[in-house]
């Protein structure tokens, strides 16, 4: 079975600290030193950090013990115990931290900043050695602190892809092949359902400054709030997008359906997913019939929602793609200036996925899954 490796269990440990040290001055001629125990060094601790090249939790769920290093015991002559080393746990932009029992939020990276660090634990502290002890009435101090043992937490660790588009349809609508014409993105195109089995990005380049990056998930179908096909398991993934791209096959006989069947299942997972601003895409209408059936979905849809923009278009033939990837483009603009001018800028967060155009190929993540990045050249019609 394919799996994404979009969460993970891990258990995490900060270190203990070390034990304060016992012990005297014996030297030739000061045959009353006094005491010489030296501190216990503090335990490490456990460290989140993002790195922009890791795009799954696979190295989370191969490695799901996290353990710093516990500090070195004081020593004889007022030695301080060495400091434990922290364990650093690297993590994708948009990785979500919570506690496993109670599914409390504990942290969100919401940027893909290389030089963000999160501390979570901190390390236990060192035990005082006896030379802390002394005093005119006890110059002679037989006890220590014993170092504070350091925490230990269960988490769950969610990832979110981020990126400006969410892609969304059933099954066969079109939705890779659409990819593969706006990106460098190959994703599995075949004649057949459900051929997209993990989520999968592409960068759409506007110019040499600026990118769309835009997501595609397995396609959702009727029931799928019930476990039908995928279910929801990656609808998580387009949460963070700031519109959706809806795709209709427009070839099909119930095409009049299909938008109320999507919009349906969507706002059972989430309200806030189903009123994102959205552009409607009724593919396909290179078939016969298609066209005619095309027209009447866009009429529909467009006097129930007036603000949403409906396209006709062929991805196979290329017709109406250019005027879809300009509408995108004019949609994606405008809402980041929105929220630009409505955020104060502390308050600005970016959620966008940056990928580094050297890097864009089809890249197998482990043995159990793989995800798509922009890559060879491959084109077709047909999806999922």
Not at 34 to 56: Q, S
Not at 295 to 314: C, F, H, K, Q, Y
Request: net charge negative; glycine share 10%.
């Amino acid at each position: 079975m394919i799996r994404f490796a979009d969460e993970a269990l891990i258990e995490v440990h900060a270190g203990n600290g070390g034990n304060g040290c016992i012990a005297f001055r014996r030297e030739k001629y000061i045959p009353n030193g006094g005491p010489a125990g030296g501190d216990g060094g503090k335990g490490g601790d456990v460290v989140f950090c993002v790195k922009r090249n890791l795009r799954t939790l696979v190295s989370l769920r191969h490695h799901p013990v996290f353990k710093a290093r516990n500090g070195g015991d004081g020593m004889n002559w007022n030695k301080y115990g060495k400091d434990g080393e922290d364990v650093v746990i690297p993590v994708p932009p948009g990785t979500t931290i919570r506690d496993a029992e109670t599914g409390e939020l504990i942290h969100d990276f919401t940027t893909e900043s290389e030089d963000e660090r999160f501390v979570f634990l901190t390390g236990g502290k060192g035990g005082w050695g006896n030379v802390h002890f002394k005093s005119s009435t006890n110059q002679a101090p037989r006890y220590a602190h014993a170092g504070k043992p350091g925490e230990v937490r269960k988490l769950r660790v969610e990832l979110s892809i981020m990126a400006d588009v969410g892609l969304v349809g059933f099954p066969n609508a079109g939705k890779s092949s659409l990819l593969t014409e706006f990106t460098n993105a190959r994703p599995k195109i075949a004649p057949y359902p459900f051929t997209t089995k993990i989520p999968n990005l592409g960068v759409l380049r506007v110019d040499s400054e600026r990118d769309i990056i835009i997501a595609d998930i397995p396609g959702i179908i009727e029931g799928a709030s019930e476990g039908v096909g995928l279910g929801f398991q990656f609808l998580k993934h387009i949460s963070r997008t700031s519109c959706l791209l809806f795709m209709i096959d427009c070839s099909e006989e119930k095409c009049l359906e299909t938008y109320d069947v999507l919009c349906k299942e969507l706002s059972t997972y989430s309200q806030e997913l189903v009123s994102k601003p959205r552009i409607v895409l009724c593919n396909k209408i290179d078939v016969e019939g298609a066209a005619e059936r095309a027209e009447a979905v866009a009429e529909r849809i467009r006097a129930a929602e007036p603000d949403t923009a409906v396209l006709l278009v062929s991805v196979l033939t290329r017709r109406g793609m250019d005027q879809a990837r300009n509408r995108i483009i004019e949609l994606v603009d405008r809402l980041e200036q929105k929220s630009a001018e409505t955020a104060s800028p502390a308050a600005v967060v970016t959620e966008r996925a940056s990928i580094n155009p050297s890097f864009m190929q089809t890249r197998s993540i482990d043995d159990s899954m793989e995800i798509q990045y922009p890559g060879a050249d491959t084109h077709s019609e047909a999806d999922e």
